[in-house]
């Protein structure tokens, strides 16, 4: 089995700062992609920033000068370093892992989970 949890949510005025950190672990075969994405009650999971094992990243258009996704690939734990925090900001931020695990001893199967999320409130 794989767990992802996230860290590092919280209040924030705008212009503030936040770094959210996402560890995988687990039966963890391999990891070739992980992101975050975020979601506000009664709208559906935005992407925010995704991260390859090669290092390739891709960014929302909203966050793109003011976000920065970085990796520890050995650890399978990502970051998100957010500047210039807005209201809009404010979510629920997930993080996801994507390669393939052990499903058993004799069998690998493909990954694709999620965490639990941590909220971002951006509010003076």
């Known amino acids: 089995q794989v767990h992802v949890v996230e860290s590092g949510g919280g209040l924030v005025q705008p212009g503030g700062s936040l770094r959210l950190s996402c560890t995988a672990s687990?039966?963890?075969?391999?990891?070739?992609?992980m992101g975050w994405y975020r979601q506000v009650s009664g709208r559906e999971r935005e992407l925010v920033a995704t991260?390859?094992?090669?290092?390739?990243?891709n960014y929302a258009d909203s966050v793109k000068d003011r976000f920065s996704i970085s990796a520890h690939h050995a650890g399978n734990t990502i970051f998100l370093q957010m500047h210039s925090l807005k209201p809009e900001d404010t979510a629920n931020y997930y993080c996801n892992a994507r390669g393939r695990y052990y499903k058993d001893i004799n069998e690998i199967d493909d990954l694709d989970v999620w965490g639990q999320g941590t909220l971002v409130t951006v509010s003076s």
């Open positions: 991260i390859t094992s090669e290092g390739i990243t």
């Open positions: 687990g039966s963890i075969f391999s990891v070739n992609f």
